[in-house]
Structure formats: C-alpha cells, structure tokens
C-alpha cells in the first residue's frame, strides 16, 4: 500500500512539471531580442569650400646645357622677365673650341687622303684601260677612294658634332617669360643635362591648392570659383577648376587641386597667396559611423530600425567619402530613419530589437 502511494505522486510531480519543461523548449526557439545602440540619420551642415593657394604658373620650362662644364657667366636673375632669343648664360668653351679646331684639322686630312686616293684610282683605270695593270689593282685602288671618301664623310660629321657643342655652351631663351628659379651660379661646374634656370609663361597662370578627401569627391574640372589675392578681398576674378591630381599626397593626404585663371589681374601675381571659394555644398550629406556599415556579399548595406515595430532590416546603400570615423551615404538613406551602429554583423533580417539608446 504504501508503495503504491509513493508511485502515485511521483506519477503526479511529471504531470505537473510537463507543462513547465514545454514552456522553456518553446521560449528558446522564440528569436532573441537583441539591444542595439542606434543613431537617427541628419545631414551635416552645408560646407563653404573656401581653400588657400598659391598663384603659379601653368607653363614652365626648365633651361639646362646640352654639354658639361663651368658656367662662367649668368646674365639673368629671379624676378627679370626675357625676351624670345635673349642670351641667359654661357660655359667655358676652351675645350670646346680646341676640339673644333682638332675637327678640322681631321677633316682636312680626310680630304687630302681622299684627293690621292682618287687620283691615284684615275692612274691605275687609265692602265688598265690600255692593258697594263691587272683588274684586281684597278679594283683595289676604286675601294681605297670609295674609303677615303667615308673618312671624309665622317670627319666632316665629327666637325658639326664639335660645332654643335660649341653653340650649345651657351643658353638662348626659346620665348618670352619670367625667370621663377636659378639653379646654379657663376663659376659652378654643372653636367650636360643639369637645369640651370626656370623661365615661366606669366600671361596663363594657376592657383594650386590642397583640399581634403571629403571635398575632392565633390569637385569635379569645368566647376567656377570666385579667386582674389589674400590681401585684397575686393579685387575677385573668376577662375575654372582645370585639373585634380589622381591621387592623394603621401604624407597630408590631401589632393592638389589647380583652378586656371586666363586673363590674371596684375594683383595675382606668380607666387601670391590667394583664396578660392567655390561656394557651398548644397544640403550637406547623411553620414553613419564606419561601424554601421555592413559589407557582406560583395554589397554594402545598413540595419535599418523601425521604430513602430522594433525590427530591423537590411538596406543597400551607396558610399560616399569618409573622414573621421564616418561615411556619407550618397543613395539608401534618407534624414530622420534610425540606423543600428553596433553589432551589425550578429543581426538578422527582421529581427527584434530593443532600444539601448541614441549614440551622441
């Protein structure tokens, strides 16, 4: 009897304790709600693109000798404008000289071996014209002229050569401009190719400036800019963006930007401080946290919340530029949705989520 009561209340406790044992199989397969830091997207605020630079010179060339040597003279300095075919400087040309004249002292007798060799090529075809030299002498004696003439051909060659030099111991501008640079001084020893001075085209000229990733992506060449030297705000010309540099400097990372000004007033002098402003940016960008942003699958893509419901969805965006821990996002997201900026890599599509709070 007393066994039979002990069966009945264990029979009891697993009928009682079933109920409890589905509850806790059903919860664990119910999705778990995640907490979730959150950001509400804004747009940042329009940007004024305002940049100092720098005037310079679009066209610029440098000068250098085609031959080595001590430079003896210098007749121009930095700041003199020149006029086309104006003399600039000059070598040492004693050595030069003394190889010109040893070129000619070669080519004359180049030219006196030619003439023997011709006349006596003459003699040997007469005797052989009246039978009384062999053919094979007549044939040496035409390719000892027909030699003699090549010795000629080349002396006279070695003579323009040495001429050539001579000319170019001396630098003569090729165009009007202004001297920017000197490079080497009077007396120094420079080698056949060193540059020696820069003359620059001062009628077309640059304002060269440096901008930030962020403002590079916006600028594209053909946009206006409002130009004026620093120190004259009044005096505004309008320049066009003409060129960016492909790529980032390594040290500041920023991109050089050079906006032309055709027809510069005399205030935009080469090497003055100017200021560049190209306006605003508009309405500004959406920007996330480079922590909100999932890339999976070969695309990029943000947890979007819905507040109403708390679930979160996965959106495809497109990226803009980033600087400072955050990206703008050009296409995908508009001002006032929340966004989820931590954890994104654990969501799933349509998963609940709660609130943690708004990152500041």
Same mark, same amino acid.
């Given at each position: 009897m007393r066994g039979l009561i002990l069966a009945a209340i264990t029979c009891a406790g697993l009928i009682g304790a079933a109920p409890f044992?589905?509850?806790?199989?059903?919860?664990?397969?119910?999705?778990?709600?995640?907490?979730?830091?959150?950001?509400?997207?804004?747009?940042?605020?329009?940007?004024?693109?305002?940049?100092?630079?720098?005037v310079t010179a679009r066209e610029s060339t440098r000068y250098a000798f085609r031959v080595g040597g001590r430079m003896v003279l210098r007749n121009v300095s930095v700041g003199d404008a020149v006029t086309?075919?104006?003399?600039?400087?000059?070598l040492d040309t004693t050595l030069l000289e003394l190889a010109v004249d040893n070129a000619e002292a070669n080519l004359a007798i180049a030219r006196a071996q030619h003439d023997n060799a011709v006349t006596a090529a003459a003699r040997v075809q007469a005797l052989f014209d009246s039978n009384s030299a062999p053919r094979a002498s007549r044939d040496r004696a035409a390719e000892q002229a027909a030699a003699a003439q090549s010795g000629v051909a080349q002396a006279e060659a070695q003579l323009t050569q040495a001429q050539d030099q001579l000319d170019q111991a001396q630098l003569v501008a090729r165009s009007a401009g202004v001297v920017t640079e000197v490079s080497a001084?009077?007396?120094? $020893?420079?080698?056949?190719?060193?540059?020696?001075?820069? +003359?620059?085209? #001062?009628?077309?000229?640059? @304002?060269?400036?440096?901008?930030?990733?962020?403002?590079?992506?916006?600028?594209?060449?053909?946009m206006q800019a409002q130009v004026w030297p620093q120190l004259d705000a009044d005096n505004k010309v309008t320049g066009t963006l003409r060129e960016i540099a492909p790529e980032a400097n390594s040290v500041t990372r920023q991109w050089q930007v050079k906006i032309g000004i055709e027809q510069p007033p005399h205030s935009l002098w080469l090497g003055t401080t100017a200021e560049v402003d190209f306006g605003s940016t508009g309405l500004?960008?959406?920007?996330?946290?480079?922590?909100?942003? $999932?890339?999976r699958d070969d695309e990029v893509s943000l947890w +979007?919340?819905? #507040?109403?419901?708390?679930? @979160?969805?996965?959106?495809?965006?497109?990226l803009g530029a980033g600087q400072g821990g955050r990206t703008a996002i050009t296409e995908g997201l508009e001002p006032g949705e929340y966004v989820a900026i931590a954890g994104v890599h654990v969501l799933q599509d349509g998963q609940n989520v709660r609130l943690e709070g708004q990152e500041q």
């Open positions: 044992a589905m509850a806790e199989e059903v919860e664990s397969t119910a999705p778990m709600v995640r907490p979730v830091l959150y950001e509400i997207a804004s747009r940042t605020p329009p940007q004024t693109m305002r940049f100092v630079g720098v086309g075919r104006e003399f600039l400087a000059r001084q009077a007396g120094q $020893l420079v080698a056949a190719g060193q540059p020696v001075l820069t +003359i620059a085209n #001062p009628d077309v000229r640059d @304002v060269v400036i440096n901008v930030p990733e962020e403002v590079a992506g916006q600028l594209q060449p053909g500004g960008f959406v920007t996330v946290p480079d922590s909100a942003i $999932l890339r +979007i919340i819905d #507040p109403e419901s708390e679930s @979160v969805t996965r959106r495809a965006v497109t």
